[in-house]
């Protein structure tokens, strides 16, 4: 299957290359993959719907202890009391999830990377290839992530299902199909709101629930049992039928049944986006279309996606986030895979490569290209054979040693900065992006000792 991007914003950014250390980047031990967001209700299934039931049976938010023993207070301060009047559940350690086995890589976004070249390019200064990849890493919207099954994994069905909306990544179409259908519903559909009139009838009470106040229903209307229908599977869909009853109450007050009246007069009905010229459906309507054509029209499958950083940050899978946050770990310490891939691109940009020393690999628009300051003027002489003697001096500690004591508006500082400027542009002498100043390698002293190897 084709590789799939998701998630490009679509905008030159404007870069900053000034790197600070290590240590500084970024607060220590950050992974943005330690902590997975909270899984949506229809992805946690009947294990979400077994852990709203406290020890003993009762289902959450019930009536706690009818006619029994009061809870025991707790002797660390009644948080313990307090949580089982509440009906919640005691709070369990998460068990360890295995990490998949997968093949992950962090790449460089093609838009934020044309515009650090044309920064490098634009600065005439060498950069590091190590601190460019963490550049990259550091920012969310800079890099974008390849997930892919190791080819030793059977290749009869495909392992990893993805989100064709938003990117998001899963082990499975069940998965993947539940958060199209928790995630997805304003990007799937139209809400048309039209104002009717308000419900007619006696009503002495009316349903609500307790947990966030919404009026449902009197018990006597015909829309009550859909209503409450669509409630319970748009926000309490981990919750049991015995759980979600527990949850609402029957209130006899005059003002609230008022205003159910009011708030009855408005009925949203939902048009495809695809289908504009469709007729409209009922809340519930459009719940069982997401939850079956229209889920599964959203998921694809595949063995290999590369996803945005910021898809990679929503991914709720357990086993695949776990995979992440290994793989990021590792990326941090080295950013192996992200250098990997920054090669290649930056020379195919136009960009070169070259190693100021025998690990340390740098980037810069400009070649370098060693010369022999045999013939060349004076100053541009000396200038090479100081850099040569002092590798890493500054433009100031050059100025300082071939015109000492000279005043700033002396002639001679504005030729040998003229002088300076040709040698960087030519390759002669490399500009870092922290202001030292190197001539290549292979140099003046290589070039002179070959001379002398020729004359003889």
């Keep these: 299957m084709d590789e799939e991007r998701t998630g490009e914003d679509g905008h030159d950014p404007v870069v900053e290359l000034n790197f600070v250390p290590q240590w500084a980047r970024r607060p220590p031990g950050a992974n943005p993959y330690a902590n997975a967001p909270a899984p949506r209700p229809e992805a946690r299934g009947r294990d979400a719907r077994t852990r709203d039931r406290p020890a003993g049976g009762r289902a959450r938010g ?31 350690p998460a068990a360890p999830v295995a990490a998949m086995p997968l093949d992950i890589a962090f790449l460089p976004e093609r838009q934020p990377l044309g515009g650090v070249v044309r920064r490098i390019q634009a600065s005439r200064r060498a950069y590091p290839l190590l601190e460019l990849a963490a550049f990259f890493l550091g920012r969310e919207a800079f890099h974008a992530v390849k997930i892919e099954v190791p080819r030793g994994v059977r290749a009869d069905t495909p392992p990893l299902a993805q989100c064709s909306l938003c990117g998001v990544v899963a082990a499975s179409r069940v998965d993947v199909a539940a958060h199209v259908t928790a995630a997805h519903a304003e990007d799937l559909f139209e809400v048309e709101v039209e104002q009717g009139e308000p419900p007619a009838g006696a009503f002495v009470c009316v349903v609500r629930c307790r947990r966030d106040g919404t009026l449902i229903g009197p018990p006597n209307h015909h829309a009550t049992a859909e209503r409450m229908a669509e409630i319970r599977a748009a926000r309490f869909a981990e919750l049991s039928e015995e759980a979600f009853q527990a949850q609402l ?17 408005t009925q949203r009905r939902y048009r495809r986006k695809d289908l504009p010229e469709a007729p409209p459906m009922t809340a519930m309507q459009a719940q069982a279309w997401l939850r079956g054509e229209g889920a599964s ?66 980037v810069t628009a400009i070649a370098p290209s060693p010369v022999s300051p045999d013939h060349a003027v004076p100053t541009i002489r000396r200038a090479l054979e100081h850099l040569e003697a002092h590798p890493g001096a500054r433009a100031t500690d050059l100025f300082d040693a071939l015109l000492p004591e000279t005043p700033p508006d002396d002639p001679r500082r504005a030729e040998l900065q003229h002088h300076l400027h040709w040698l960087i542009e030519k390759g002669h002498v490399i500009a870092f992006h922290d202001g030292a100043l190197a001539a290549p390698r292979g140099g003046t002293r290589p070039m002179r000792e070959k001379a002398e190897k020729l004359k003889r």
């Design 249 to 265: 109450e029957t209130v006899r007050d005059a003002d609230a049944i008022a205003q159910w009246r009011e708030e009855a007069r």
């Design 297 to 362: 029209a959203a998921v694809r499958e595949g063995r290999r996606f590369i996803v945005s950083g910021a898809a990679a940050r929503r991914i709720e899978d357990p086993a695949v986030r776990e995979a992440l946050r290994d793989a990021w770990q590792q990326e941090e310490r080295f950013p192996r895979t992200m250098m990997t891939a920054l090669r290649p691109a930056l020379r195919h940009m136009g960009l070169h490569l070259f190693h100021a020393n025998a690990h340390a690999l740098f």
């Design 62 to 92: 019930a009536p706690p202890h009818r006619g029994g023993r009061p809870p025991r207070p707790d002797r660390g301060g009644g948080e313990r009391a307090g949580r089982e009047a509440r009906g919640a559940p005691r709070p369990r």
